[in-house]
């Protein structure tokens, strides 16, 4: 659906995008993490044939962009990270605009608009003013504005941005519906644990290179390689720290408590002999669970070995 070859922008000097090479399938949700200045929205403006590589291709269904724009605008929707409203429009007149901005006819754009209201949660404010909206319904209409030519990429630059947190959980529902319903999303953002959720596989960018791609899962056993588990015991925890300290596989043990956490550099299946261990050695044992990273974490593991 979406490839950039060798993709590079500079301004004079100043290297926003650095030979970046990227692949997307169709019916991915791919996140794009990053830090502010890390290129994220110059990428995607590129993408959205807003900016011109300085070398490098794009393509979208194979099609180069620089030399089809119209034929891939109109398999695209570009939501950017600030837009302007017409605040004098009602929410029906403003789609009503765009629907004939994208070239549709009257009956094709009355049809749609309906649907797409509903899909944003926004039926029940057609007549209203958009300047009465809230944040989060503005952006959940200019979502609403990119869907209507029904394209098949999505291309979300921080779509959360600034939202409360029920707004968020409304945003991540209608973007998964998106997907049911077989678009390819895109999305950029700093809220890196709802990423971690939506999406399929993401890439962290630092300094307009991507440094990690994949999925959340294939990064994070990359970045951390050692497994971290947590014990609950009843009593003994001085005890278990001691046992645990004589294992060569296991680091960092950490107690509080009740409560004993630790590195485990070995396949999960071997940890059964230390928890058998453990029982023999009579401690109580009441709960024992692996401790997953989150995307912040792995974020910051990733920036930080790029920047030594």
């Not at 194979?62 to 398999?75: H, L, Q, W």
């Not at 294939?218 to 046992?243: C, G, P, W, Y």
């Not at 550099?265 to 997953?292: A, C, H, Q, T, V």
């Amino acid at each position: 659906m979406l490839r950039l070859e060798n993709v590079t922008k500079n301004y004079g000097k100043f290297t926003a995008v650095n030979n970046l090479s990227l692949q997307i399938k169709e019916g991915e949700i791919f996140g794009f993490v990053g830090p502010n200045g890390a290129g994220k929205t110059t990428t995607l403006k590129m993408i959205a044939t807003l900016l011109k590589p300085s070398y490098g291709k794009i393509y979208i269904d194979d099609f180069e962009i620089t030399s089809n724009v119209k034929r891939v605008r109109g398999a695209m929707g570009y939501m950017p990270d600030f837009f302007g409203v017409y605040d004098n429009l009602k929410v029906n007149e403003y789609l009503e605009f765009y629907g004939d901005v994208a070239g549709l006819s009257h009956t094709e754009r009355d049809k749609v608009i309906p649907d797409l209201l509903e899909l944003v949660d926004l039926k029940h404010k057609e007549k209203a003013y958009v300047d009465s909206l809230s944040r989060g319904m503005k952006q959940r209409l200019c979502l609403a504005r990119s869907l209507i030519h029904n394209p098949k990429l999505l291309i979300l630059d921080e779509p959360a941005s600034g939202m409360d947190p029920r707004a968020r959980v409304q945003m991540k529902g209608i973007l998964k519906e998106l997907r049911r319903m077989g678009k390819t999303i895109l999305i950029s953002s700093h809220i890196l644990p709802e990423l971690s959720e939506l999406c399929t596989n993401i890439g962290i960018i630092e300094h307009g290179k991507i440094i990690e791609c994949g999925t959340v899962e294939e990064i994070m056993k990359k970045v951390t390689k050692t497994n971290v588990f947590k014990i609950k015991v009843l009593d003994s925890a001085d005890k278990a720290e001691r046992l645990l300290l004589e294992e060569p596989i296991i680091s960092d043990v950490y107690v509080d408590e009740n409560h004993i956490e630790f590195d485990y550099d070995g396949e999960e299946k071997s940890i059964i002999p230390i928890i058998r261990m453990l029982m023999n050695n009579d401690i109580p044992i009441i709960s024992f669970n692996p401790i997953e990273s989150n995307l912040e974490e792995i974020f910051m593991k990733v920036t930080k070995g790029e920047d030594e």
